[in-house]
């Protein structure tokens, strides 16, 4: 009796040794991949977000950080983590980082948790799927930690919207499946759970909206597996289970609210669309292109090269588009596969549902049609589909596994290399200009970039690029006439400047920026004017209360000088002590 106790001890302690050791395996993957990122400098709409965001600056005032993500309430919990970072990081890149890799490597532990769950289910009989069970579930995770299409979401910081809330989608889904697991009251526990997790996942971002489906899906393919459709309807009906069909659909019509969704705005109305230039969205051209990124999405996950942050994708005009036509027919093909093997292996087809739902909330139109940061939620199904057809198809599991390691290793060479155009904001605009050249914000931004690096030229022919594509661009004119200013063309910087807010007369920057060329002039009240412009657009603006600061002082109003001042460094500007000191001598 003893010896047998003493047999099993050892054998749980196996166990738990071989499972911390995977653990381990999946986080050093996980690192080495991303060695290479953590000195990534802050990208795109991570300035607005995040470094010139004065909301996330105190984490204790709720209020401004739910305030500041009007109207999208729907990203509340990802903008408070960036409150967390800013608080004990200030602006090092650093921390924000390792808090995206921390997320991402937990999404990997649920998707290992999650897919175990799903083989545990009743749906899967087949022996050498539930045989290779701890395999399938570990590689599932593996393959999702290291695949190169995730790069966006984890290195691009305010991409957190995207891995966050699958994070808290994949807790919601696993509690759920745990809970059913349960005969006795304490499934309730779990339900609890589910749901506070399907609300942070709500709260993070939009796709949350697709967990209720996701739930439907299981319930048919995997808990309920020979049961019809109306069978379920019944079924549900017996069981009291109305009570969790009201939960769902209380959660589907809290979404409208919290987000302020307008079907008229959202689906009906026109926008202009920032995938390719001079294209305007309607629901219907939105739609139809839809069925081209999935497409897209398809390729990257089996083949992830050519990646690009910023698509030149334009618009489908008809279905009957030889692409659009043909990538409607393989999205019916797909649809028509995870039916297939429904009845075939339930596991594989539970995977291509996955791709399928989770691709939903892509079909309502945005103004950019294509974004790789949406497969991190996607790659989830992709990855289960990968994992068991191998394990299902080749009959000695070590050369499943042999596969499946190789295949780990290119992916995180792959993945390592893609870091390497995040590392900087010019490698990352040169990389995006080479592939996507008739963008003209991309020439923007590789000329703004151009100019904070003082490559005047460079950045000149960039900005005369951007206004080829797009002449009614006030920014650019603002950034060429800035280009303009600093080599000491003053007049082509008044020109520029003043087609900036002739095109767009709220433009802070411009206002700004055309008051420092006034005060070199010595035109000091209309410097003056324009000042007050700036502040009055913008009263966050920094800048343009230290110019003012600079213009009080020059006119000997130093009491003015010195507010505006103090009011520029609370606002994040670097105001030297010597300066403050200066100003509150004289006045």
């Known amino acids: 009796m003893f010896l047998g106790q003493n047999k099993?001890?050892?054998?749980?302690?196996?166990?738990?040794?071989?499972?911390?050791?995977?653990?381990?395996?999946?986080c050093l993957v996980a690192v080495i991949s991303y060695s290479n990122s953590f000195n990534g400098p802050f990208h795109f709409d991570d300035l607005p977000f995040i470094v010139e965001n004065q909301t996330i600056r105190d984490i204790g005032d709720i209020g401004a950080i739910w305030k500041g993500v009007l109207p999208q309430h729907s990203r509340f919990v990802a903008f408070y983590t960036f409150?967390?970072?800013?608080?004990?990081?200030?602006?090092?890149?650093?921390?924000?980082?390792?808090?995206?890799?921390?997320?991402?490597?937990?999404?990997?532990?649920?998707?290992?948790?999650?897919?175990?769950?799903l083989i545990d289910s009743p749906g899967i009989n087949d022996e050498r799927i539930v045989k290779n069970k701890h395999n399938i579930s570990f590689f599932t995770a593996l393959l999702f930690v290291c695949h190169p299409v995730q790069t966006q979401a984890v290195v691009y910081i305010s991409q957190r919207f995207a891995s966050l809330s699958t994070m808290f989608y994949l807790l919601a889904l696993c509690m759920y499946l745990y809970g059913r697991s349960f005969r006795s009251r304490g499934k309730i526990v779990w339900f609890v759970g589910s749901g506070l997790a399907a609300l942070l996942s709500m709260f993070t971002k939009e796709i949350a909206i697709t967990i209720p489906i996701m739930l439907l899906v299981i319930e048919?393919?995997?808990?309920?597996?020979?049961?019809?459709?109306?069978?379920?309807?019944?079924?549900?009906?017996?069981?009291?289970?109305?009570?969790?069909?009201?939960?769902i659909f209380s959660f589907l019509?809290?979404?409208?609210?919290?987000?302020?969704?307008?079907?008229?705005?959202?689906?009906?109305?026109?926008?202009?669309?920032?995938?390719?230039?001079?294209?305007?969205?309607?629901?219907?051209?939105?739609?139809?292109?839809?069925?081209?990124?999935?497409?897209?999405?398809?390729?990257?996950?089996?083949?992830?090269?050519?990646q690009n942050v910023d698509y030149d994708f334009a618009l489908s005009k008809s279905i009957f588009e030889p692409a659009a036509f043909?990538?409607?027919?393989?999205?019916?093909?797909?649809?028509?596969?995870?039916?297939?093997?429904?009845?075939?292996?339930?596991?594989?087809?539970?995977?291509?549902?996955?791709?399928?739902?989770?691709?939903?909330?892509?079909?309502?139109?945005?103004?950019?049609?294509?974004?790789?940061?949406?497969?991190?939620?996607?790659?989830?199904?992709?990855?289960?589909?990968?994992?068991t057809m191998l394990f299902r198809s080749i009959k000695e599991p070590r050369n499943a596994i042999a596969i499946l390691c190789i295949l780990t290793i290119v992916y995180s060479k792959l993945t390592y290399q893609r870091n390497i155009v995040w590392g900087s904001e010019l490698s990352l605009w040169e990389d995006i200009a080479k592939k996507s050249p008739k963008k003209w914000r991309v020439h923007y931004n590789l000329g703004s970039e151009y100019s904070i690096l003082q490559k005047n030229e460079l950045a000149l022919l960039s900005f005369n690029e951007s206004l080829r594509l797009n002449p009614v661009n006030a920014d650019s004119y603002n950034n060429?006439?800035?280009?303009?200013?600093?080599?000491?063309?003053?007049?082509?910087?008044?020109?520029?400047?003043?087609?900036?807010?002739?095109?767009d007369s709220k433009n802070a920057k411009a206002y700004n920026n055309r008051g420092?060329?006034?005060?070199?002039?010595?035109?000091?009240?209309?410097?003056?004017?324009?000042?007050?412009?700036?502040?009055?657009?913008?009263?966050?603006?920094?800048?343009?209360?230290?110019?003012?600061?600079?213009?009080?002082?020059?006119?000997?109003?130093?009491?003015?000088?010195?507010?505006?001042?103090?009011?520029?460094?609370?606002?994040?500007?670097?105001?030297?002590?010597?300066?403050?000191?200066?100003?509150?001598?004289?006045?």
């Open 480 to 503: 060429r006439g800035n280009i303009y200013a600093r080599t000491g063309m003053y007049e082509q910087a008044l020109r520029n400047y003043n087609k900036a807010i002739e095109l």
């Open 83 to 117: 409150a967390l970072n800013y608080h004990f990081n200030k602006l090092d890149v650093f921390g924000y980082h390792v808090t995206n890799l921390v997320i991402h490597i937990i999404s990997s532990l649920l998707v290992w948790w999650f897919v175990a769950l």
């Open 220 to 247: 048919i393919i995997l808990l309920n597996p020979q049961m019809s459709i109306k069978g379920h309807l019944l079924s549900m009906k017996r069981n009291n289970r109305w009570i969790y069909c009201l939960l």
């Open 8 to 26: 099993i001890f050892l054998l749980q302690k196996m166990f738990i040794i071989k499972r911390i050791s995977l653990i381990i395996a999946i």
């Open 253 to 306: 019509l809290i979404i409208p609210q919290q987000f302020d969704f307008s079907i008229k705005s959202q689906l009906f109305s026109e926008k202009i669309s920032n995938s390719h230039n001079g294209d305007v969205i309607t629901f219907a051209r939105y739609f139809v292109t839809q069925f081209r990124v999935v497409m897209t999405f398809i390729r990257l996950l089996f083949i992830p090269v050519n």
């Open 326 to 387: 043909f990538s409607f027919l393989a999205f019916i093909m797909l649809f028509g596969f995870g039916i297939f093997y429904r009845y075939k292996d339930r596991l594989v087809s539970f995977g291509i549902f996955w791709v399928i739902v989770t691709f939903l909330p892509n079909f309502i139109p945005r103004s950019d049609v294509i974004f790789e940061h949406k497969l991190y939620l996607i790659s989830v199904g992709f990855c289960i589909v990968i994992v």
């Open 516 to 587: 420092s060329i006034y005060r070199l002039e010595g035109q000091l009240d209309k410097a003056l004017s324009d000042y007050n412009k700036a502040v009055e657009l913008d009263e966050n603006y920094s800048f343009a209360y230290f110019n003012r600061s600079m213009l009080f002082s020059i006119k000997g109003d130093y009491r003015n000088a010195y507010y505006d001042a103090i009011k520029a460094r609370t606002l994040g500007r670097n105001i030297q002590d010597s300066y403050l000191n200066e100003l509150r001598e004289k006045y």
